[in-house]
């Protein structure tokens, strides 16, 4: 079936270096995706979405690219700090139905 | 700003128990949504509601019901408890069908 999906499940990263945590989807009818950020027991939290007439959406410090073409989502954190260690999800929204990802474990090295 | 509320936070149950997972949406949301997340797992979709009507089914076992009530608070109701129920249930809300779903903390649950 269709599904989201991450490239890789681990990305670690020196502080103040900039991070890019990738998707794949295979869904072209999909037209939202999030991303969430979820720490250790607690819940996702957003942090940015995009639409599918966009390809580029930016916020305080993360920003979120879509490559429709080749069905791509990516997160790009700059300036990594020790508190962005977490899991990111990314999630598509497609016709009332979200699907997470597998997550991606981002650790920031000091 | 308010968030979502979920109570109880922890809860442990043992096997063909009942358990009743509660959540309060955020303020003027109108649509609820529930969640599974077993360890090292991508949150799972089992059921949402709009504007108190069931709205999508996911992965929700037959042993499980929610329902969503006036004030927009929403309970999930878990009978004959199995141990592969032991996870994380979280529950979303949004201000309307198809918007972002901001999530709560979450109620840990544990079946012995």
């Known amino acids: 079936g269709e599904s989201v999906g991450l490239h890789l499940p681990t990305l670690s990263v020196q502080e103040g270096d900039n991070s890019i945590i990738n998707c794949a989807y295979s869904n072209s009818a999909s037209d939202y995706f999030i991303w969430y950020k979820q720490e250790s027991g607690k819940g996702p939290q957003f942090i940015i979405d995009?639409?599918?007439?966009?390809d580029k959406r930016q916020g305080q410090r993360v920003t979120v690219l879509l490559n429709k073409t080749v069905k791509h989502l990516s997160l790009q954190i700059a300036a990594t700090q020790p508190g962005d260690s977490a899991v990111y999800f990314c999630a598509e929204n497609n016709n009332n139905d979200m699907r997470f990802g597998a997550g991606t474990r981002l650790t920031v090295k000091p | 700003a308010a968030g979502v509320i979920q109570s109880p936070r922890h809860l442990i149950k043992e096997k063909r128990e009942t358990a009743t997972l509660k959540c309060y949406p955020i303020?003027?949301?109108?649509?609820v949504y529930w969640y599974q997340q077993g360890p090292g797992q991508d949150p799972q979709f089992l059921i949402s509601f709009y504007e108190k009507m069931q709205s999508d089914k996911g992965s929700i076992p037959d042993r499980f019901s929610a329902q969503q009530f006036s004030d927009y608070h929403s309970e999930l109701n878990m009978s004959s408890l199995e141990l592969g129920d032991s996870a994380l249930y979280f529950c979303?809300?949004?201000?309307?069908?198809?918007?972002?779903?901001?999530f709560g903390p979450g109620t840990r649950l544990l079946v012995l």
């Open positions: 995009i639409r599918s007439n966009m």
């Open positions: 979303a809300s949004s201000i309307k069908y198809q918007e972002t779903q901001y």
């Open positions: 303020p003027r949301h109108d649509t």
